[in-house]
């Protein structure tokens, strides 16, 4: 944080109505006689006159189509569906707030509507091996003819078979079939009942089967009787009854042949039976479909398995009719496994190409999933469910790249899929109780993959993909970069205010006349940071009208005007304001030490961005410089203390190349020098402050104060050339605050690089006092231009001899730096020469 702690009082910041009646107290600004001169009101904010846009509302303007001044990444998103490779895939390049989503939505919808529509998809069952459906394409609008032929063929089937089997003809040839194997049996067993008899035996039907016994008299013999007959008696009656026994084992063993061939009799039966009926409910489909090899075989497939399975339709005639009545194709386990499962139809899609987006980009959502069966059963083909990335096949589909790379296990099979040029679906692996996890029941057949996919990535995240991941340059390889501004022109505004009415229109609001329009242009040119350029980002520019539009209902106004665009800004502000009300209040109530009047050496107020969220402003930040003879060190307490950035420690070794470069040509650097942030606690980042580091440490090697009532910004390179910075607005914005707050003393304002001049667009209260000559806005290219603003004092050139003016700030820097290296080589000669100096114990 920028303090600590802050004690409540009942002070508050001033209100900018007080604020205007200091400003107007204010005495005349004195002229600046050495540094530059004060930049012009008319070069800090480019206004916009609504006169010279052509139109009265947005109602009058056609809505804009397509990318909006996005002609580069117009052209590589064409470029990159024109590549039939399957690696040149697209990554479209922007913020998130660019409206890149629906723009690029819009614009691959142009385009695959002028495109070849793709084939369908159907899973159908595999009868050699159902655990691997097969998948077949048929040309697009055709799918759900087939599913729908096959099911209406299987319900005239489920109808017509029963009857068909329950017909008396069926029933009479079967009856037959059946007569004659019991026949041929009974009667080979009657005329071995009868020759038994002739021979005095008799044979017996038991519950364990057949049995023999010796007669006398029709009755069969006792076994104690038996025994008691003469052995030759005995031996000629086993002899007999052996005999027949061979002959009835003969008899018994040929019943199951017989069998066999009564079950082939009937199976010949019941197939002639169901194809008559099979072939008369798939003749119509099979002949539409005739065109389609595939297709063509899959139904000669059903007919074949229909007919071989013909024996499950042969019930009772009493049921056939109650049967049928009830019978449901996809519920009937006889009829499910001949269904056809649609998993792509673009029947009643718009021609041409699909465009699709995935929400939502999980494993299964993209590549598909089997529903898991019900009540413990085994899941069929029927249960296979198609992903994205079967949908948007022949065509596009659209994948925010956050959400993709928030999946990990999307992210590696999506670039399975484009790896391999198919999409296999993706099989659940739910892990039992103990832990093991089961074998798939399905292995669906992939389907070829033909897709380009568009990937809509954030810069941010861009980086940090193609440093983590090398197969993305491999798989995308065509880049669609999104211009975040327009640049301004009379063409180019007319498009922005197209734009425009385009966010009116999708939003439903009310129309926006060109006043309105013309502030938004000039908050968007501030919003790019640039007076020449727009900002063109969709979704920020849709929040500010939409916000605009609630207060303009608030006003009853029919359209929306430049008032309503300020109060929208106004009060967006408000809410996120806190942060900086509550640092301003610190500094005016001498919690946070900034000076805006007097000179000091060897401190500046320099300029700093407070990013929080949406909220961004400019504060000012008191750094201090000493100075003392040393090494040639220049400390950053920032860095010692672990708080300052990579980017602001490269600022300050910047600084001291400078300083050697410049002063130590012929003398080293004999000073040490410590540079900090003052009550700053938290992390310092970015070079911006370097400028004013320098101004601060040149003034106290100088020992010449500098003015306090200017702030500066910039950072340096090693030959004191002050380069540009961001959020130039916001920090001229948070000085003057402050500066207004206490009083302007019309000699206040703010240094800035001459190269962000072009970024200028300031608030219009700033504008208003620097034209009244109340505040100054000063732009340098050179440090040295910044000492003489700030010391009232002559920077000073170096002559023929390389040396300065003694009366001029570098002269006297060079002075005091030769005089710090005069010291030090005076301190090392006395040390030198000192008693026992050069020895040592051994």
């Given at each position: 944080?920028?303090?600590?702690?802050?004690?409540?009082?009942?002070?508050?910041?001033?209100?900018?109505?007080?604020?205007?009646?200091?400003?107007?107290?204010?005495?005349?600004?004195?002229?600046?006689?050495?540094?530059?001169?004060?930049l012009p009101?008319?070069?800090?904010?480019?206004?916009?006159?609504?006169?010279?846009?052509?139109?009265?509302?947005?109602?009058?303007?056609?809505?804009?189509?397509?990318?909006?001044?996005?002609?580069?990444?117009?052209?590589?998103?064409?470029?990159?569906?024109?590549?039939?490779?399957?690696?040149?895939?697209?990554?479209?390049?922007?913020?998130?707030?660019?409206?890149?989503?629906?723009?690029?939505?819009?614009?691959?919808?142009?385009?695959?509507?002028?495109?070849?529509?793709?084939?369908?998809?159907v899973y159908v069952n595999n009868f050699d091996d159902p655990r691997r459906p097969r998948a077949l394409s048929l040309p697009a609008g055709r799918a759900e003819g087939l599913a729908q032929g096959v099911l209406a063929a299987l319900r005239e089937m489920a109808a017509s078979l029963p009857t068909a089997f329950g017909s008396e003809d069926y029933r009479a040839r079967r009856r037959a079939i059946e007569e004659e194997f019991r026949a041929g049996q009974e009667d080979a067993l009657d005329a071995l009942n009868a020759r038994a008899a002739q021979q005095n035996i008799a044979v017996l039907r038991t519950p364990l089967g057949f049995g023999m016994?010796?007669?006398?008299?029709?009755?069969?013999?006792?076994?104690?009787?038996?025994?008691?007959?003469?052995?030759?008696?005995?031996?000629?009656?086993?002899?007999?009854?052996?005999?027949?026994?061979?002959?009835?084992?003969?008899i018994l063993a040929s019943a199951p042949k017989a069998d066999k061939r009564r079950r082939q009799q009937l199976a010949e039966l019941n197939e002639e039976t169901a194809r008559h009926v099979v072939e008369e409910a798939l003749d119509a489909l099979s002949a539409s479909f005739a065109d389609l090899p595939e297709v063509a075989s899959f139904l000669a497939d059903i007919e074949k398995d229909l007919?071989?399975?013909?024996?499950?339709?042969?019930?009772?005639?009493?049921?056939?009719?109650?049967?049928?009545?009830?019978i449901d194709p996809a519920q009937d386990a006889r009829l499910r496994r001949y269904l056809v499962n649609v998993v792509v139809s673009h029947k009643n899609a718009k021609a041409g190409a699909p465009v699709c987006e995935a929400s939502d980009p999980t494993l299964t959502s993209l590549a598909g999933w089997i529903e898991p069966a019900t009540q413990g059963g085994a899941a069929d083909f029927l249960a296979i469910r198609p992903g994205a990335l079967h949908r948007a096949n022949g065509g596009a589909l659209m994948i925010e790249a956050r959400r993709l790379f928030a999946s990990p296990r999307a992210w590696e099979g999506l670039k399975r899929a484009l790896e391999a040029g198919e999409v296999r679906v993706e099989v659940s692996e739910p892990t039992t109780a103990s832990g093991a996890t089961p074998v798939p029941t399905l292995e669906p057949e992939p389907i070829p993959l033909a897709i380009k996919i568009v990937l809509l990535v954030d810069p941010e995240l861009l980086a940090t993909i193609e440093q983590t991941d090398p197969d993305f340059a491999q798989l995308f390889k065509v880049q669609a970069d999104f211009d975040e501004t327009l640049g301004r022109s009379a063409d180019n505004d007319r498009i922005f205010a197209r734009l425009v009415a385009t966010i009116v229109e999708t939003h439903g609001l009310k129309p926006i006349d060109a006043g309105g329009v013309a502030r938004l242009m000039e908050e968007a040119a501030r919003m790019a940071e640039d007076r020449d350029k727009l900002l063109i980002e969709t979704g920020r520019l849709a929040d500010i009208v939409r916000e605009a539009d609630y207060w303009a209902d608030g006003e009853n106004r029919k359209v929306t005007s430049a008032a309503d665009i300020t109060r929208a800004l106004t009060e967006r502000t408000r809410r996120t304001d806190r942060l900086r009300e509550h640092l301003q209040e610190s500094v005016a109530?001498?919690?946070?030490?900034?000076?805006?009047?007097?000179?000091?050496?060897?401190?500046?107020?320099?300029?700093?961005?407070?990013?929080?969220?949406?909220?961004?402003?400019?504060?000012?930040?008191?750094?201090?410089?000493?100075?003392?003879?040393?090494?040639?060190?220049?400390?950053?307490?920032?860095?010692?203390?672990?708080?300052?950035?990579?980017?602001?420690?490269?600022?300050?070794m910047i600084l001291w190349g400078y300083l050697a470069g410049r002063f130590a040509q012929d003398v080293p650097l004999a000073l040490a020098a410590t540079l900090v942030f003052e009550q700053s606690y938290d992390t310092i980042e970015g070079d911006s402050a370097s400028a004013a580091e320098l101004l601060a440490l040149l003034s106290a090697l100088a020992d010449a104060p500098l003015n306090q009532e200017i702030a500066v910004t910039g950072s340096i390179n090693q030959w004191g050339e002050v380069q540009a910075v961001g959020g130039v607005n916001e920090k001229i914005e948070g000085f003057f605050d402050i500066c207004a707050a206490r009083g302007l003393t019309r000699t206040q304002g703010v240094l800035i690089?001459?190269?962000?001049?072009?970024?200028?667009?300031?608030?219009?209260?700033?504008?208003?006092?620097?034209?009244?000559?109340?505040?100054?806005?000063?732009?340098?290219?050179?440090?040295?231009?910044?000492?003489?603003?700030?010391?009232?004092?002559?920077?000073?050139?170096?002559?023929?001899?390389?040396?300065?003016?003694?009366?001029?700030?570098?002269?006297?820097?060079?002075?005091?730096?030769?005089?710090?290296?005069?010291?030090a080589r005076s301190f090392a000669s006395s040390k030198a020469g000192a008693p026992g100096a050069g020895s040592g114990a051994a």
């Open positions: 944080m920028f303090f600590k702690r802050l004690t409540k009082t009942k002070s508050a910041p001033a209100t900018p109505a007080e604020i205007e009646q200091r400003l107007e107290k204010a005495s005349p600004a004195p002229e600046v006689k050495v540094g530059p001169r004060p009101a008319a070069e800090l904010r480019r206004t916009v006159d609504s006169k010279t846009l052509g139109f009265t509302t947005t109602a009058n303007l056609d809505v804009a189509t397509g990318l909006a001044g996005q002609e580069r990444a117009l052209a590589a998103i064409d470029f990159g569906l024109s590549m039939r490779a399957r690696d040149f895939n697209i990554f479209v390049v922007g913020p998130p707030t660019s409206g890149k989503s629906a723009a690029v939505r819009a614009h691959l919808a142009k385009i695959a509507a002028a495109s070849q529509t793709p084939t369908d998809w016994a010796p007669m006398h008299d029709g009755k069969v013999v006792r076994p104690e009787v038996f025994n008691q007959l003469p052995e030759a008696m005995r031996r000629d009656v086993e002899k007999r009854i052996t005999a027949l026994q061979t002959e009835l084992e003969a007919v071989a399975s013909s024996a499950l339709f042969a019930i009772p005639e009493a049921e056939a009719k109650t049967v049928a009545a009830q109530r001498g919690v946070v030490l900034v000076d805006t009047a007097g000179s000091k050496v060897g401190q500046i107020n320099a300029l700093s961005l407070v990013q929080k969220g949406q909220l961004s402003f400019g504060r000012p930040a008191r750094i201090t410089a000493r100075v003392h003879l040393g090494q040639g060190r220049v400390t950053d307490i920032e860095r010692e203390v672990e708080l300052g950035g990579p980017l602001h420690s490269k600022g300050v690089p001459e190269a962000n001049k072009q970024h200028l667009m300031l608030r219009e209260d700033v504008v208003a006092a620097v034209r009244e000559g109340r505040f100054a806005i000063y732009a340098i290219k050179t440090i040295d231009e910044g000492l003489a603003l700030l010391t009232g004092l002559e920077a000073g050139k170096a002559g023929a001899d390389g040396r300065f003016g003694a009366d001029t700030v570098n002269g006297r820097v060079e002075a005091r730096l030769k005089a710090f290296a005069e010291r």
